[in-house]
């Protein structure tokens, strides 16, 4: 889950790091409100991405009346697929330096990681590319933490001025504690600046909380941007079911991940030949009741691509006539014309079958192997797609 820049720099502000004092607004009326209180303001396009100043959805306004002029640009604008909802009014620094500072999970070294950077406001990942030398980063051992002389050894890397070291460091030490109290993936300042007054303040703020650590974080909940995702994603999360779009034409059924994952194998290696793949991974998870396999299956038809569904079900707790009955349900709802294969064994699996072949339904066909219920829903795509 990503937070906002304004989600974000509230945080941070709970942890002692200095962020600009300003406020969020959703119309222009309110943002020469909030300026006529701050002076000269920079009004920021609230969208979860990044490349907003480079976008126009970050403009200086030095009157509430500009103010007032630039929300108005800015609000209803398009970022990257992104409609600005919402800005944030903050007051403007006086920027000498931009400096890069941020915290990431490094997976390949199984420890979150510093890094930090000289030349801030730039995109990481292009500082990466075009000067990699420029770029200083610490790993951070998970259960020792975060210590003094490894924020200094940084701030010497980046070749920050002296003067600035203890400021520096003493910010670096609270965004880790913003980051591990988070349970984020992802906690970055871009830019943290030196102001004219000598000052460093994070001007830029951005948070990726780990989706599996949510349950023990109500408090994010409520700061969820359900504007700023996929509707199918946003209605997934909703229905308790896990799912990741993907290009293909097959759209997938299954219960459990791992079993998801070997249909997805075999979709591919029977469909790769005529380019044909799956269309997402879909996990509608044990126990499914009708209607949380009618929602996915809402889900996955929502997607144009979709050619064909294959549905797998090895049923445990996962009843088969409980999931033929979901289907029957979200058939009679939805009437798809495309063609569906189902494949369902385990507990009540001939029941189900049953509902299913007793339905008349003329587009669903069952399937014995997953292998045989693969090459059927490659070939139903593969007609789809003519
Ligand atoms: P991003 O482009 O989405 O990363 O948005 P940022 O918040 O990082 O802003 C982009 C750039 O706008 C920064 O790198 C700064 O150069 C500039 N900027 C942001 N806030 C201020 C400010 O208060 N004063 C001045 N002068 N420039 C700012
Ligand atoms: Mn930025």
């Not at 038809?301 to 009955?325: C, H, M, Q, Y």
Request: with cysteine.
């Amino acid at each position: 889950m990503n937070l906002h820049e304004y989600q974000t720099k509230q945080r941070f502000a709970e942890y002692g790091i200095p962020v600009p004092m300003g406020s969020t607004a959703t119309t222009p009326d309110e943002a020469a409100e909030i300026a006529r209180t701050l002076g000269t303001v920079v009004v920021k396009a609230q969208v979860l991405s990044g490349g907003r100043g480079k976008a126009g959805g970050v403009k200086l306004a030095s009157t509430p009346e500009e103010a007032r002029e630039v929300a108005n640009q800015i609000l209803g604008m398009e970022i990257k697929g992104l409609t600005v909802h919402r800005v944030l009014v903050d007051p403007a620094a006086h920027i000498e330096k931009e400096i890069y500072l941020g915290i990431v999970n490094d997976r390949s070294a199984a420890k979150p990681v510093l890094i930090a950077s000289s030349e801030g406001g730039v995109e990481i990942e292009i500082v990466a590319k075009e000067n990699p030398k420029a770029i200083v980063r610490e790993h951070i051992d998970p259960v020792l933490g975060l210590h003094h002389y490894q924020t200094m050894n940084v701030a010497s890397g980046i070749n920050l001025p002296r003067e600035h070291w203890n400021a520096f460091s003493s910010i670096a030490l609270k965004l880790w504690e913003c980051y591990l109290d988070s349970d984020a993936t992802l906690a970055e300042i871009n830019p943290l600046v030196i102001t004219a007054e000598n000052q460093l303040i994070a001007l830029d703020g951005k948070m990726v909380i780990d989706d599996n650590a949510l349950l023990r974080h109500p408090e994010f909940e409520a700061l969820r941007d359900t504007t700023a995702e996929p509707e199918a994603e946003t209605r997934a999360r909703e229905a308790g079911i896990a799912y990741v779009k993907l290009n293909g034409q097959i759209g997938c059924m299954v219960n459990g991940a791992g079993l998801a994952m070997a249909t997805m194998d075999m979709v591919k290696l029977y469909g790769e030949a005529d380019g044909i793949g799956p269309a997402n991974f879909l996990d509608i998870g044990g126990g499914a009741q009708a209607d949380r396999v009618a929602a996915a299956l809402r889900i996955i038809l929502s997607d144009p691509n979709v050619k064909a569904v294959l549905f797998n079900i090895f049923g445990g707790i996962t009843r088969g006539d409980e999931v033929a009955r979901g289907l029957l349900t979200a058939y009679n709802e939805i009437k798809p014309d495309v063609a569906m294969v189902i494949r369902l064994v385990g507990t009540n699996a001939e029941e189900g079958m049953e509902l299913i072949s007793n339905s008349g339904i003329p587009n669903l066909t069952g399937a014995s192997t997953l292998t045989e219920a693969a090459r059927m829903a490659v070939a139903a795509a593969k007609e789809g797609m003519q």
